[in-house]
């Protein structure tokens, strides 16, 4: 019989009426497939744990993944109880029991090997595991968790490992939109798309699928699907580019307003002063993305623009205020009110004039580009923040969406 | 190094401010020896989880067991968190890291074995294990509890296993008293006990120390102290009875309002009438104390009366009435308005004379006895519920306690 993963977050199990009503979904898959459950803890529990650790500054050990990992615990007994009671037959498992093993990183651990044999075993004579996201053990002995969007990857890890007929995503919404709903109101929901655009997609701002639950699926060519847990309706699949028939040559149009814009002026145009600027952000884990570099008229000293996470703001600033004795540079600014949009699609790959619409689009809108970054199938700009909705609804429309 | 194991229940773990006063406790011991912790969940969050369990009517399986043991990883965690902030070498580790084996009875398992060896690996990096109370595993890999008083058996458990020099169990109150201080200010700390005491006292409904941990600590001849963790006195401790060089005639005087009478009138006094009784009480599981059987004057009929714990009034009640047919009695009445009050001192042994005491005190203050019960080490009675200060005052006094 084939097997199907199904994860739930946090919000899909706040209470025992919503695990009442994954109750009902499993019970129609049930006929047919044997089932992984895979749940998050309830929201709030999740909450109140995070904010005991936070008021001992502990983190990324031993002990705040013992603490951390506590609500998945709860949820999946309760769920399998309920399942139980229509004659369903179900066992809670935790990460530890199949076991899920992981690397030492606390916090962020990263998945090495998942033991097919146990979750075989336990089909012998259950028809649905339930499994707590979000957590594994390491090789010593001690639990550790996956980090943000970490019960998305124990889905598709375990989908992976039991090679799943397919790995369904319940969030609240009903799959991946071509833009967001809360802007463009003619945004539609996307049927099929491949890994790479939702990669791109969910790495320019959609927030519906963690990264790195999307790489692990790419990797395994594992289906995954996005749907809502309360309208049933079929969701967005993600698939492998191959089986897409006909590529959209744009399939989307995602912002984010979470970047910040930082320019270093007047800095000595010398070999080797952005691989220090640059140096200097890895070695304090500040990811940057987009990056303009520009030469002054005096041909002498230049100007370095590139974006950060907003998270990252008050450290950028004190690294490069620190190291301005080896940098020599005249101004730094900051600048939060920077949003990035970005159009994507298999398309853009074989077809030309992409790029060119989407800058007409905006100029025509009076919106100024303040830097670019391209990808094979994806372009992005900065813009002022406050062009936003305008920017993605003209884009949404010019490329026919 | 000598090892001594410390355990703190619900209410001495809930919040930060009260795992801060058991660091102090720890920092203390942690001198001159390497320290077991053994703690209880949060006491409001047992409650919440207990509650989602009786919304589902879940009880004695895989996923109840799940759901209760989730509350003692939160504490550990947090716990250790603060001792490490100490400078403290620190692990929290849980049942199934031992791993603490025990039968498949969910809810009320019982320890089969402890593994040794690992506490001894964990002692060569840490001089603290933070242990979680209550939980266990079965052979099977599912978690599994230990019922009511859990995690004090967890503690004597553990340091029967590994031969602590000594197990102090804190509460709330200073120790064991020599009756219960609510009821007569006069009543003293008892400073050393027998676990034959120990166990009559916490039987005939002194609350300090559940029965099991104490027959475990008396079964591996494991001091006990029971102390509190706000004063920090030196407590009650319970020892082998070897150990006490002056035995108490009497040491204590408890009571017990939990109890219930039932009388059954008019049966045929024919043999194997009250075996029929009892053994209709422990088919369902009802727990039968005192016994008083008396032919009536036509000496063809007798009554029964017994007592059983309060909680089983309305099982024993439909029991009782629905084999009639069977027992053929006149009468049934079911009485909630009675106290056990019960003397108990290991010198009772070699000593005669205080049953006569207790029942004189009681003539003297116009209280009748309903039933008596007696071992060799305690006398208890069946009272009025209406005599019970004055019953427990009076024998407080004339023992000189």
């Known amino acids: 019989m084939k097997t199907i993963v199904m994860k739930f977050g946090g919000t899909s199990v706040a209470g025992i009426q919503k695990l009442k009503n994954i109750v009902n979904i499993v019970s129609a898959e049930v006929k047919n497939h044997k089932v992984i459950v895979v749940l998050s803890a309830m929201?709030?529990?999740?909450?109140?744990?995070?904010?005991?650790?936070?008021?001992?500054?502990?983190?990324n050990s031993i002990e705040s993944d013992l603490v951390l990992t506590s609500g998945e615990q709860v949820t999946i007994g309760l769920l399998s109880s309920l399942l139980?009671?229509?004659?369903?037959?179900?066992?809670?498992?935790?990460?530890?029991?199949?076991?899920?093993?992981?690397?030492?990183?606390?916090?962020?651990a990263k998945i090495l090997k998942i033991d097919k044999k146990r979750i075989e075993f336990y089909f012998e004579n259950y028809d649905v595991i339930v499994l707590a996201g979000f957590q594994g053990i390491n090789i010593e002995g001690n639990i550790t968790s996956?980090?943000?969007?970490?019960?998305?990857?124990?889905?598709?890890?375990?989908?992976?490992?039991?090679?799943?007929?397919?790995?369904?995503?319940?969030?609240?919404?009903?799959?991946?939109?071509s833009t967001d709903p809360n802007i463009e109101k003619k945004a539609k929901k996307i049927s099929k798309m491949s890994y790479e655009e939702m990669l791109e997609m969910a790495s320019t701002g959609a927030k519906v699928l963690h990264t790195r639950s999307v790489e692990l699926a790419m990797k395994n060519n594992l289906t995954l699907q996005v749907l809502s847990s309360l309208t049933k309706k079929t969701g967005t699949f993600i698939v492998d580019e191959k089986e897409l028939i006909e590529k959209e040559i744009v399939s989307g149009v995602?912002?984010?307003?979470?970047?910040?814009?930082?320019?270093?002026?007047?800095?000595?145009?010398k070999p080797g002063i952005s691989a220090q600027?640059?140096?200097?952000?890895?070695?304090?884990?500040?990811?940057?993305?987009?990056?303009?570099?520009?030469?002054?008229?005096?041909?002498?000293s230049a100007n370095i623009t590139f974006t950060i996470?907003?998270?990252?703001?008050?450290?950028?600033?004190?690294?490069?205020?620190?190291?301005?004795?080896?940098?020599n540079y005249k101004s730094l600014i900051l600048d939060k009110n920077v949003a990035k949009i970005s159009v994507i699609g298999m398309g853009m790959m074989?077809?030309?004039?992409?790029?060119?619409?989407m800058f007409k689009t905006l100029a025509k809108n009076a919106i100024n580009i303040?830097?670019?970054s391209t990808s094979e199938i994806k372009i992005s700009v900065l813009i002022d923040v406050k062009h936003t909705n305008i920017a993605v609804k003209s884009l949404h429309e010019v490329y026919n969406l």
Not at 48 to 53: D, R
Not at 350 to 355: D, F, I, L
Request: proline share 1%.
């Open 146 to 177: 996956l980090g943000r969007g970490g019960s998305d990857t124990t889905a598709v890890a375990i989908a992976s490992a039991i090679k799943a007929e397919r790995c369904d995503i319940y969030t609240d919404v009903e799959g991946v939109y």
């Open 309 to 327: 996470n907003q998270k990252d703001y008050h450290l950028t600033k004190s690294v490069l205020e620190k190291s301005n004795n080896i940098l």
């Open 350 to 357: 074989s077809q030309s004039g992409v790029a060119e619409k």
């Open 84 to 108: 139980k009671a229509q004659d369903i037959k179900s066992i809670p498992l935790l990460g530890w029991q199949i076991p899920i093993i992981t690397d030492n990183n606390h916090e962020k």
């Open 43 to 59: 929201a709030g529990e999740t909450n109140k744990l995070q904010s005991y650790l936070d008021e001992l500054g502990e983190q």
């Open 370 to 372: 303040l830097a670019i």
């Open 277 to 300: 600027i640059f140096s200097l952000m890895t070695e304090n884990n500040i990811n940057v993305d987009m990056i303009v570099q520009n030469i002054s008229q005096d041909g002498i």
């Open 254 to 269: 995602s912002y984010s307003d979470k970047e910040a814009k930082v320019t270093i002026s007047g800095i000595l145009d």
